[in-house]
């Protein structure tokens, strides 16, 4: 039965859980927002815990990240890393006592045993089952090993694994996306939950720790569906040995995101990286709107809102199953229409970064760099997708005259030999100007070259604008040869003749 409240009238607690191996990545972030969304919707409390119990793949450097693109993208937690909670500590490297605890619980009732198979005999045991058609997984042959085998194969000196004993019955429960699944007690066996090296698995840490944790709802993507059976039938185990609460989780499973050509986007796709995004200039925003359309929307009509309407708005029930498609393109516009709703000193507040990392500011920023950025910031809030294309359209005026360059593309179909005739007529008219105002300007140029030379507005400024701000695509030309002052203006001018 579906339950409607969704949360059986307890509070909610969701959790994000990642490992930290590699670079933050795209699906991990819309994981992280989703679980977030769910919980602030419900006004209950979102756990951030840390995965890390595979020393050869995690890293600090990795889980640094994590903790970064958490506070970057605003998703606040309210138990976990660098914060506690009562349920600490939360990187599963310092609970490994807990895992070994509960290991030995199930041992005791019961529930797990100790399994000696070597790798070779379980390889020639799969290999004829698949031969004769039956499931290949293990088949429980040391399920009931009497305490003179197991003593016999302990002096043989076999380090045994701990295998869960799986009930034998169809697991059946309501993804809160995807409805009812069940899987067959055919396909789910008895599985490894301690390494022979005593090193637990994530099947029974993530349990563990979602059972010790309170976690009522877990969020996570589709690629983990089918460990869900298995994890279910631990969380009853787990109520007969006392750890947690004796429920069980409610369930949703994420979709898929495909990157190009309909491939699942991995964590190696550069695109997939999060904190790319970062760099290149997205608000946090604008990722996380456009991560919330990835399997979400809030209307039909509407793509573009705020993280608070999101919140306002969330429904898990309503996440579609089907695999999203990640577009850049999209993503880019949308960050641009976050871009423009914010108030212009917003948005020069938050260049101020950029322009630093691309080394046009110090870390100190001069009171002259403020001023100049604060009159050039309303030229560009319009015309741009992310943060960095206000750093290129602005560096003519912030870099040193000695480094400023023109981009030879631009130069080689602006500044021919016509388009150097019209850098000159401009140069004379402007060095004839008294009065350096962006409408002075404007009518000394229309005046010479458009009256003058006769030419279209659009030929007439090209060459103009590539000469004095290096390139094609920049903010209006009048107003940025004002901001330019004019003895750079003229000397740029008479550089390109
Ligand atoms: N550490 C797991 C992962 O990153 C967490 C999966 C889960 O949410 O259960 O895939």
Redesign the pocket.
Known sequence: MTDTTLTGGKPVVA?????PTGNPHVG?AR?ALFSWAFARHHGGRFVFRV?DTDASRDSEESYQLLVDVMRWLGLDWDEGVEVGGPNGPYRQSERMDVYADVARKLLDAGLAYKAYDTAEELEERREKARAEGRPSGYDGLHRDLTPEQRAAYEAEGRQPVIRFKMPEKDWTFDDLVRGPITFGAENVQDFVIVRANGHPL?TLT?PVD?ALMGITH????E??LS?TPR?IALYEAFAEIGVGDGSTPRFAHLPYVLGSGNRKLSKRDPESNLLGYRDEGFLPEGLLNYLALLGWSIDAERDVFTVAEMVEAFDITRVNPNPARFDLAKCEAINGDHVRLLPTEEVERRLVPYFQAAGLFGDEVSGEQAALLAAATPLVHERMGKLTEAVEMLRFLFVDEADFTVDETDAAKQLDEKGRAVVKAAHEALGALDDWTTEAIEAALRASLVDGLGLKPRLAFGPVRVAVTGRRVSPPLFESLELLGRERSLSRLSAVL
């Open positions: 959790r994000f859980c990642p490992s991990m994981t995965e994530y993530n979602d877990v969020l996570r993507g690629d983990l460990s994890q």
